[in-house]
């Protein structure tokens, strides 16, 4: 029943060796704006809104941040555009970073990647939320925690299913907020028309004025401070580099696509609220963001027939906005478990994070970013203001690695196009270092540590993981030497398998002492009895691998190379041997199916896996190994076979 129910919610497994598949998840540019997009534009809803905030008295500087804020947004894109066409696999900052600086850089700006990741579902949701409970009655704000923990929870299903099912769900709540959006900036601005000489005489007025209080260092340090209170309005600006592989073909040509549409609509939405914000004289009113202030200025009096049209309008506007800002929890949930899949990959993080499910989405990334997001919101209990303080440091801790790199590819590369990539990454990266210098200075002690010293934390981390898994490879490379004494080339062919007699079945990975261990031990164990095996592999298809139906092949034939060698080394210590292999995104499903195969054909046979012993076990080492073995042998032995489990011992490196 939980196997059907599973189904039902999820969907049916996908099938990896059609090519359709790759066609059917992928996004194609306006989808691609919908699910990546949506962080950057929804950020429009309380960008603005801090940044106006932080101006105080002083707002005659709204058109300047507006003018800033839109050339920082085109700037940073189109240096992100470079970036799509020079990593054409996705990745983003992290893989920039470890391939252009280095991998102690390029961990840096992951781990910083995946907490801003975090911090994008807890901010959109909780933003969202408080869109909502604006215009509900104040009794109901007790039950606000508790239903961002049912959205972020119903968010996670549906990323499950997988990712293009979820952003066309949320297609239509994307058109209603750039529609309302577009309306509320163009009408705005048509009122206004009339108006440009007595607006420019009064910022001019109000220019003097503030010259004469606070001076010209003072005018600068309160516009510095507004804009570093709305660097969240670009934190979304790199969500399609890193999300490529989602891509539709051709992936590059689709992802500038939307890059242009994502920095286009942006740059025209924060800046064009900003400048509304002005026209309009906004100020805080309690209870309200400065959006909800600005929709009911600007509709009031819409009462033609003696329809409240303007009520309406401001209530669907709203409520667009706040669902959208549901919808733009999306990238943490797309591209969040993407970072992870490419760490993991590397070994700084725990390999089963690189693994798909048999929908094709990376699960348990999924649900550790929504997981970590409900915890963040209960310990800033929903708090927008916290959470922005937290938010946007990480991202410019990305941005501006992301561009160092690049100018250090076009140091090492000359040639054509050197100045122009000198001069967009180099723009860039100013603008992203002075913003992140300034956000730390006045967010730092606002509480944004606390992001710094979280952010270090996963650093740490990834330190840890990767020095156990490279201590566990140093320790396992003496099996490896095993593989020098075996005979180069097969003796005569020995005869084929035959049903009556015992059979020996290695379940194996790649070639190596690992798998050639088990084949030994087998012997070691049961002296003289088996005579013939099989090899029995599964090709695993994770985030690494899953760019196309061409990658699945390649996995292939790595895997069928890997067993023929095999076969080749037991035939040249005159053993029969043949072997069996599948493709998938996890092992011991795919195990199970062909040693159940192999046990109808064979009565006789015995299974053997290998499984690493450590010296001092420890509880995270059943989250760093995958434990393969031992959930095979509890499939087989259920289905009635006889698996055995060989072990393999991982001393703790001595000291010398």
């Known amino acids: ?380 209990h929903g708090n927008v203001t916290a959470l922005v303080v937290m938010y946007s440091i990480n991202v410019f801790v990305t941005f501006s690695l992301s561009q160092l790199g690049m100018l250090r590819y076009w140091w090492r590369k000359p040639g054509r196009g050197r100045r122009r990539g000198f001069a967009i990454h180099g723009v860039a990266l100013v603008l992203c270092v002075s913003i992140l210098a300034g956000t730390i200075v006045v967010k730092g002690a606002e509480g944004g540590w606390v992001t710094l010293v979280v952010t270090a934390g996963v650093v740490a981390l990834c330190f840890w993981v990767n020095h156990h898994y490279q201590e566990a490879r140093n320790s396992l490379r003496r099996l490896d030497e095993v593989m020098e004494g075996l005979p180069s080339t097969p003796h005569a062919a020995p005869p084929p398998l035959d049903p009556s007699k015992p059979l020996g079945v290695v379940l194996v990975g790649s070639f190596g002492g690992l798998g050639l261990h088990a084949l030994f031990d087998s012997q070691r164990l049961f002296p003289g009895h088996f005579r013939q095996f099989v090899f029995v592999s599964v090709g695993v298809v994770d985030s690494a691998t899953m760019k196309g139906v061409e990658e699945v092949d390649r996995v292939v034939a790595e895997t069928e190379q890997g067993l023929q060698r095999y076969v080749e080394t037991a035939r040249g210590l005159g053993l029969a041997a043949e072997y069996r292999m599948a493709v998938g995104t996890e092992a011991a499903p795919e195990l199970e199916e062909l040693c159940v195969g192999i046990q109808r054909e064979y009565r006789r046979a015995i299974f053997f896996a290998s499984r690493l012993v450590f010296e001092e076990e420890r509880w995270y080492q059943r989250l760093l190994h995958n434990e393969t073995a031992h959930e095979i042998q509890r499939r087989l032995q259920f289905r009635g076979l006889n698996a055995i489990i060989v072990p393999v011992r991982v001393f703790k490196p001595r000291p010398t």
């Not at 390029?106 to 995946?114: K, Q, R």
């Not at 100020?283 to 929709?295: D, F, K, R, S, Y």
């Open 1 to 380: 029943m939980l196997s059907r129910l599973k189904r039902l919610v999820l969907g049916a497994p996908r099938d990896l060796r059609d090519p359709r598949t790759f066609h059917t998840i992928s996004l194609i540019a306006l989808l691609a704006w919908v699910g990546l997009g949506a962080d950057g534009l929804s950020s429009s809803s309380y960008g603005p809104d801090e940044a106006f905030r932080a101006l105080g008295q002083h707002h005659y500087l709204a058109l300047a941040l507006a003018v800033a804020t839109a050339v920082t947004v085109l700037v940073i894109s189109v240096a992100y555009s470079q970036i799509i066409e020079h990593f054409p696999f996705g990745g983003g900052g992290y893989v920039v970073a470890s391939r252009l600086l280095s991998p102690t850089l390029g961990v840096v700006s992951g781990s910083a990647l995946l907490v801003d990741y975090v911090l994008t579902i807890a901010v959109s949701i909780a933003a969202g939320a408080d869109q909502i409970f604006s215009v509900l009655p104040h009794e109901w704000l007790a039950a606000k925690l508790l239903v961002e923990a049912l959205v972020i929870g119903l968010l996670i299903v549906m990323n499950l299913r997988g990712v293009r099912e979820s952003v066309t769900i949320l297609a239509p709540i994307f058109g209603v907020f750039v529609l309302t959006h577009a309306i509320l900036i163009l009408g705005g601005l048509a009122q206004h028309a009339g108006q440009v000489p007595a607006v420019a005489q009064d910022l001019h007025r109000e220019f003097r004025s503030g010259l004469d209080s606070i001076g010209l260092v003072g005018m600068f340090a309160v516009f510095v401070k507004a804009y570093s209170m709305g660097a969240g309005t670009y934190t979304g600006i790199e969500a399609v580099s890193n999300g490529l592989q989602i891509m539709r073909e051709p992936r590059v040509h689709t992802a500038r696509v939307t890059m242009t549409y994502m920095s286009i609509s942006l740059a025209v939405t924060a800046g064009g609220i900003l400048i509304c914000y002005l026209l309009f004289h906004v100020t805080p009113e309690p209870g309200q963001t400065l959006n909800a202030v600005l929709l009911t200025r600007f509709a009031d009096g819409w009462h033609p027939l003696g329809l409240p049209l303007g009520h309406a309008f401001v209530v669907v506007t709203l409520a667009a906005a706040a669902a959208l800002l549901f919808v733009a929890a999306q990238t943490g949930f797309i591209d969040g478990p993407r970072v992870m899949g490419n760490m993991a990959a590397d070994s700084w993080l725990p390999h089963r994070f690189a693994q798909l499910s048999n929908r094709l989405t990376m699960q348990n990334g999924v649900v550790l970013m929504g997981a970590a997001a409900i915890a963040v919101l209960f310990y800033t």
